[in-house]
T-cell receptor, first 116, second 113 residues
């Protein structure tokens, strides 16, 4: 158990719908990262939050958004879902005490999203 | 961005055999991690090893940062070692990576009894 929790574990929805994925980082970790794993693209970085603020963006679609709350949990919102959004979505957390302090990232169990 | 290449893409072993997985990366890194993705999809941390050598039971890893590669050694393999092994790196080349990991395509390991 990495200490990172994600809910739900599985999500099945229809095209055009909107879903919210939730992540709770390890106790004391300030950084939250979101990654997407799909068959054709592999594991890709989406977005990072540090202590409530967006810090870095990767290949995240405009239909996707995220936020980190004062208690440091994070949510990834996916809207206008398409078949191609079906993937495993991971959240990871790390201590990252200051900019440039890159620490080991620990991954949650993932949310498997299926868009029908 | 940084490129990460893993080899071999597939590896089939008999239980008890040893193996070496390789990860090459194209730029200097400040984070390198090895993961095992089990058949249920979980990503399990194996090593955090931006440089040097570490050992954990039957597994060990070495990263030679100056030559931009890392090796994962698995000794006396077991069927439970099956799965996908990923190498992932973070770089601050350009100054704005903020720790995001770039993953290789993985090595699919199958261990037969």
């Amino acid at each position: 158990d990495s200490g990172v929790t994600q809910t739900p574990k599985h999500l099945i929805t229809a095209t055009g719908q909107r879903v919210t994925l939730r992540c709770s980082p390890r106790s004391g970790d300030l950084s939250v990262y979101w990654y997407q794993q799909s068959l054709d693209q592999g594991l890709q970085f989406l977005i990072q939050y540090y202590n409530g603020e967006e810090r870095a963006k990767g290949n995240i679609l405009e239909r996707f958004s995220a936020q980190q709350f004062p208690d440091l949990h994070s949510e990834l919102n996916l809207s206008s879902l398409e078949l191609g959004d079906s993937a495993l979505y991971f959240c990871a957390s790390s201590v990252d005490l200051w900019a440039g302090n890159y620490n080991e990232q620990f991954f949650g169990p993932g949310t498997r999203l299926t868009v029908l | 961005g940084i490129q990460v290449e893993q080899s071999p893409p597939d590896l089939i072993l008999q239980e008890g055999a040893n193996s070496t997985l390789r990860c090459n990366f194209s730029d200097s890194v400040n984070n390198l991690q090895w993961f095992h993705q089990n058949p249920w999809g979980q990503l399990i941390n194996l090593f955090y090893i931006p440089s040097g050598t570490k050992q954990n039971g039957r597994l060990s890893a070495t990263t030679v940062a100056t030559e931009r590669y890392s090796l994962l050694y698995i000794s006396s393999s077991q069927t439970t070692d099956s799965g996908v092994y990923f190498c992932a790196v973070a770089t601050n080349a350009g100054g704005t990576s903020y720790g995001k990991l770039t993953f290789g395509q993985g090595t699919i390991l199958t261990v037969h009894p």
